[in-house]
């Protein structure tokens, strides 16, 4: 059987055989390229089998005859490969039809693969790239994301060429002949992906990818980053690019989220071990497969750090965008579109956010002082007089954030002053930044001062949003932990109990919220040096944690360093460690190896192996 017809073969036995069948079916997904050369393709009969077998459709291709061939035979540009191409049936779709009356190059018989009908340089030629996908997405998303590939890598559309398995199978051969076994099917596709090298893995969308819950799609990937000599991308369509945007920009609803949750939700969730297949028989080999290699977690971390890549790129860009738009207005000194001076400093401001929950301070704090810039370059004195508030609050913050606590409560205080002056000394406002001072304050070693503007944020917050709110029980949280820095721990308790208790009410027994009221409780204990209480506690948050947030969430991997913590206080070595190395895969998944809660992680798991070796 040659490379082409067993590849074919392949395809049809991890596909699923209709486009009526379940979405979540889906098994085949097709991965992307590395060899390049120019030869001008002008008969597919005259080229050496090996090349026939890497040949592929060009971007160029793809963006113009083919949608227009899409749409020549009476289908819409947002149909499914299951909807042009349904190999259950007898009838051709308009894949197979293409070539149902060209001899195939491979083995001399009736009907090609689609891509053996094309002629010319500009439309076929050697794979440089392979796409991996699944056959439920829409065609113009996937023409629309290589676009974007070719653009955002300044590639040459017309020398761009990407094996796309829909295209360039024999789907003819993959009706007619029967299916292979998976080590013959893994042996060629390891040709396959090697022999082009460039994978570009097509996820979307961006906060639910479709991609990571097909076990194939895994599959590729998998293989493509154990071989260590191929290049993989993450993409997605440019309406992925303004969905992402657009939930930056997302304010925080009641309930404390944005969209910067949202994305670190999806990275918690990340979990290969978790996709589907038709046959469980290729799942229990790829996930073996997996395990065997590089492991199901390993792999977790690659895919979220080309997440992670994806995300930054795409929301970097979109700043300097917006900045060069308004730039275009003349000069920004002289810009009189108020409007969109606002829009563009909003964006940068939360853009600073996601950036500083990436752990990316220093990098936050720029694009913060990049907002109030451009407010402060408006021109009247009031102009932006409450943005710039927020702004001064927001720059606070991240100076807290990199140790810097001078100027932390500096342009807290600014932010506090202007906030009075609006709003009055009875506004959440102005609550909030009473709040962030007694931070500050409490970081600085001022306990008396930091209870006093924590006693007056809380005040306002059971005046203005009620006994209950979810913040009130945040004032008394902090409230806790300056007498806990205090040294006064029965008043440390009392604190971390009424929030608590306002968290349970307001949230119910099993909210995230209330695993981290459990938290200061475990907390509390630990520094009264009652373990058994603190490990009590912190195993009930443990629980919430783990199982509405998933074990690969920052939040999760707190809870796993404070028990971790607990045991090793008790002298529980063996299960400090465990939970120690638990804390730190978590924020791993999520934040990658430089952030300062994966350093912090690290530096436990140092200090409890060393008390292992001393024994």
């Not at 070719?150 to 029967?178: A, F, M």
């Not at 939700?265 to 978790?274: F, H, I, P, R, S």
Request: aromatic content about 8%; proline content about 2%.
């Amino acid at each position: 059987m040659d490379l082409l017809t067993a590849f074919g073969c392949c395809v049809r036995q991890k596909k699923p055989q209709s486009k009526a069948q379940d979405f979540s079916r889906d098994s085949t997904v097709n991965d992307v390229s590395a060899r390049v050369n120019d030869l001008t393709i002008l008969d597919s009969k005259s080229r050496d089998v090996n090349d026939l077998d890497f040949l592929a459709p060009s971007v160029h291709y793809l963006e113009t005859v083919f949608l227009n061939y899409i749409k020549e035979n009476g289908l819409e540009t947002d149909a499914t490969i299951y909807d042009i191409e349904d190999l259950q049936s007898e009838t051709p779709g308009i894949i197979r039809k293409k070539g149902e009356e060209v001899e195939c190059p491979i083995d001399g018989k009736m009907g090609s693969a689609f891509v053996h009908t094309l002629q010319g340089a500009d439309n076929v030629g050697m794979a440089t790239h392979m796409l991996s996908y699944a056959w439920g997405y829409e065609i113009q998303d996937i023409v629309d994301t290589l676009v974007s590939v070719c653009e955002s890598n300044n590639l040459d559309k017309k020398k761009t060429y990407v094996w796309i398995c829909c295209l360039c199978n024999n789907q003819h051969r993959v009706v007619q002949q029967g299916d292979v076994s998976f080590e013959e099917f893994r042996n060629i596709f390891n040709k396959r992906v090697l022999g082009i090298g460039r994978i570009i893995a097509m996820m979307a969308p961006w906060n639910n990818p479709g991609y990571l819950k097909r076990v194939w799609c895994v599959f590729e990937m998998f293989e493509a980053y154990s071989s260590q000599k191929c290049e993989v991308q993450i993409a997605m369509p440019p309406k992925e690019k303004e969905s992402l945007l657009e939930a930056i920009r997302r304010p925080t609803d009641s309930n404390g989220r944005n969209g910067l949750d949202d994305l670190f939700q999806t990275l918690a969730n990340t979990k290969v071990e978790n996709a589907e297949a038709y046959s469980q028989a290729d799942k229990k080999n790829i996930i073996r497969l997996v395990d065997e290699g590089p492991g199901c977690y390993t792999l977790n971390v690659e895919v979220n750090h080309l997440m992670r890549k994806w995300v930054r790129s795409t929301v970097m860009d979109g700043v300097e965008e917006v900045v060069k738009r308004l730039e275009n207005e003349k000069d920004l000194a002289e810009a009189d579109d108020i409007q969109m001076r606002g829009e563009v400093a909003v964006f940068c401001a939360y853009v600073g956010s996601y950036l500083s929950g990436s752990g990316e301070h220093s990098e936050s704090l720029k694009m913060h002082q990049r907002a109030f810039e451009i407010y402060d370059s408006a021109p009247g004195e009031d102009t932006y007089k409450e943005e710039k508030a927020r702004t001064h609050n927001n720059l606070g913050t991240e100076y807290e954030s990199l140790g810097d606590y001078e100027n932390a409560l500096d342009q807290h205080n600014k932010c506090r002053v202007i906030f009075e002056e609006i709003f009055g000394t009875e506004h959440e406002n102005t609550s909030t930044s009473y709040f962030n001072i007694g931070a500050v304050k409490r970081k600085l070693d001022d306990l008396d001062g930091a209870l006093e503007m924590y006693f007056k944020s809380i005040a306002i917050d059971e005046k203005v949003k009620g006994t209950d709110h979810i913040d009130t029980a945040l004032g008394y949280s902090y409230v806790g932990r300056v007498y806990m820095a205090k040294e006064d721990y029965d008043g440390a308790v009392k604190m971390f109990e009424k929030s608590l208790e306002i968290r349970e009410a307001s949230k119910g027994k099993n909210h995230p919220d209330v695993a981290i009221g459990l938290g200061d409780m475990g907390l509390i204990y630990h520094m009264r040096k009652e373990y058994d209480k603190a490990i009590e506690n912190h195993k009930k948050a443990l629980e919430i944690s783990e199982r509405v947030l998933g074990n690969y969430h920052p939040d999760t991997g707190s809870c796993y360093q404070n028990l971790g913590g607990a045991y090793y206080e008790k002298g529980d070595y063996d299960n400090a460690l465990k939970l120690c190395q638990k804390a730190k895969d978590a924020y791993l998944a999520t934040f990658g190896a430089a952030h300062p809660k994966t350093e912090t992680a690290q530096a436990w798991l140092d200090i409890v192996n060393e008390a292992l070796e001393e024994g």
